[in-house]
């Protein structure tokens, strides 16, 4: 049956791992068992494979096995075939019957979740879902006592979703493949699994997933990216950093096998008994697990039709029809059982006579070499799966007719209808006309066509072989491992929290930049916060104690408009840049504009009608205005319907109201801008920097910046900018009078002291929730950014001073209000409880 070369050697080592193994075990006495070939296409697609690599396969042995003896006497019959066993003892029927077969399968293959039983859905949902992450868990103890370093993880199947997350946390460098042999439904269908999310993330922890069919990758991005909200592009998903790669494996099966089969003697043989059987008929096959996907009900309403529009027939056809047993403790498998045997009753009772009857359905699975005999003599195959991964019959009636040259009626809904799609007569299997008009052409198809389309479909079988398949998918994943090295070396690290708060709190004359939007906001998933913009009401404390440090200088460099500024920032002692940095002020202050005098801003009003446009009829996208620039955001609108509506914006936009006009136009994550030429925050934070060292008559240079934002890419200049400085290690106040353009009349002075002298390890940048960018450093979300200005505000008194109940913090001002002492003072205190750990919860 299988044959595994016992030597260790020098082909890589593989752990294919998935729910069953290529052997089920059937008790045949105490300690004793017979292992018997398992169902299905997985295992025998994957038996093509095992060969090229120094295979073990994991799994599910078949049967329940609660004895110690009896255990170890199993596990030590399946070592010899290389195999190892995952006792599933206890959690079996609900993983497998249960959460994969009830939910998970219908819902892969667009049959919906089962709306049966709805009064106790939840609770038989919850335990299903427990056992399933369960089962998951105890294969994964099965691969850590097993696998060693180098080894590659090869994960098969929905059964195993939770598998690759499990495996990466256990140990991040284990190399995780995971392959989905059914098909990924359409997004729609998807979004119905209540645990929709935690699945996808669990297996896009692997480094490479792999589906039959371009189909099946298409509707998997499209569904990250609606229910993660990640970007799906031609690589995969970039997802937490890193990008996995999805690709299109299509399986194959061993072709040489079946037709070194179909020439052994004792099938030759098979064929001849069977030929006597059915002569002066032609033989149309079916072959199929009795499964609800495999449309087996269609296929007997299509042949009934067949029948009753074709009387010439009606006795020189045979259906021969293989129904193997399947899933049968599923409810739903045992209805489909009595409804397909009602309808043998009733065709082969209109039809049939006393010698002969036009279906042959057999509830049994048969042995390999009969099913190639079979093959072999079927002058018809006929596969009318609802929905199918891939459709290995297909591939393997192919291979056997090298003689016949039989016609392959094919349903279009499986992986293979794209695969052998040119030599198949392709049909819809929920269209009985079309599939009874099907089997009439292909009884009556002339030998020359039938020639060629085999050719076509032999040509295919014969290349595209599961060794092929395996052995692509593995080069596919260790050169995307490779390729994940190099991008992970390319990866800023994250900021090193405890090093900035040292620095800052060493250094005498510190500058914090803040971007706003994502950085400093609250926590928002919702279209009406996004419109009103607050900051995150956990940092007013902190705020104002840095705002009030005078050895600190905190600016705001925002986007957003002058007005969302006041309103968030009006209170505190700090500095803020609108639109980044065409107006700038002190909140002690007036507003200065930087906006060049003759600025032409006579495309606003056409560009606003098209973004209005575009408004209107994408539903939750919204326009966001200021003076210089405006924004039409698609966040919260269908990702994917909002970056086609994007483009077609961008073509409106290019050709009427912004192609002769001086404005920049950028394409962000879920947004286009509109903005007059001008400001980059790059450039305008020297010329902020100039004001800022004027108005506040420094005299000690600026030794210590943290910068951080979420910031787009044409901004992120602002990072670079002070990696310049720190080379030359000098600003002049030059930098302000360079502002020419400026109206504002104020008199300039020229400093002629050293603004910046800013050390390599004094500057931070930090981009928010980035991976690609040119900051030195890494924040995973604004919430981190928060946690560190909460440090940074207690840092001084922490790291400097020694300090006890009696000493506490007295306002530097008398603007400073009650609030600020109280929560500076709590601080404190629970700095004392805690020790000197710098961990603040608050
Ligand atoms: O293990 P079972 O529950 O008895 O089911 C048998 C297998 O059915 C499914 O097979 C799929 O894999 C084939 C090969 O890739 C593909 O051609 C076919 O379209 C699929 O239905 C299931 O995905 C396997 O896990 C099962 O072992
Ligand atoms: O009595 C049988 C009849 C068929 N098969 C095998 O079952 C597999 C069915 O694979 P397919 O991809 O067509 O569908 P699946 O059952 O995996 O959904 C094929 O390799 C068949 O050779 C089998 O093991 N026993």
Known sequence: MMHYDDARSERPRLLVVANR??????????????LEMSPGGLVSGLLGVTSQFDTKWVGWPGVDVYNEVEKNALTKSLAEMKCIPVFLNGVFDQYYNGYCNGILWPILHHMGLPQEDQHDTNQTFETQYDAYKKANRMFLDVIIQNYEEGDTVWCHDYHLMFLPQYLKEHNNKIKVGWFLHSPFPSSEVYKTLPSRSELLRAVLTADLLGFHTYDFVRHFLSTCTRILGVEGTHEGVVYQ????????????????????TC????????????????????????????????????KYLAFEKFL?????????????????????DVPEYRKLKSQVHGLVGRINGRFGSVSSLPIHHLDCSVDFNYLCALYAIADVMLVTSLRDGMNLVSYEFVACQEA????????????????????????????????????KEALNMPAEERETRHKFNFQYVYTHSAKKWGSDFMSELNGTIAESEMQIRNIPHGLPQQDVIQRYSQS??????????????????????????????????TLKALCNDPKTTVVVLSRSDKNILDKNFGEYNIWLAAENGMFEKHTTGEWVTYMPQNMNLDWVDSVKNVFKYFTDRTPRSFVKSSETSLVWNYEYADVEFGRAQARDLLQYLWAGPISNASVDVVRGNHSVEVHAIGETKGAAIGRILGEIVYRKSMTTPIDFVFCSGYFLEKDEDIYTFFESKILSSKLSHETRSKSSSCNNSRKKKKISMNVLDLKKENYFSAATGQARTKARYVIDSSLDVVDLLHKLAVADTTMTDSFSDSELYEPRNENENANLKRWINSVRRRKMEIGDTGQIGM
């Open 404 to 439: 016949k040259k039989g016609v392959l009626v094919l349903s279009e809904f499986a992986g293979a209808g794209q695969s052998l799609g040119v030599g198949a007569l392709l049909v819809n299997p929920w269209d009985v006309t079309e599939v009874s008009s099907a089997i």
């Open 308 to 328: 009753e529009e074709n009387p010439y027939w009606r006795d020189k056809v045979v259906l021969v029809q293989i129904a193997v047993p399947t899933r049968n």
């Open 21 to 34: 193994l290529p052997v089920s075990a059937k008790r045949t006495g105490e300690n004793s068992w017979s």
């Open 241 to 260: 950093g890193r990008v996995t790669r999805v690709a299109v494996f299509p399986i194959g099966i061993d072709p040489d096998r079946f037709i070194r």
């Open 508 to 541: 005498n004359n510190r500058l914090i930049i803040l971007g706003f939007c994502g950085t400093l906001t609250e926590q928002n998933n919702s279209l009406s916060k996004e419109m009103d913009l607050k900051l995150n009401p956990e940092l007013k404390g």
């Open 263 to 298: 020439k052994l003697p004792e099938v030759t043989q098979q064929m001849t008994v069977l030929k006597e059987r059915f002569a002066g008929k032609k033989v149309i096959l079916g072959v199929d697990r009795l499964d609800m996907i495999k449309g087996i009900p269609q």
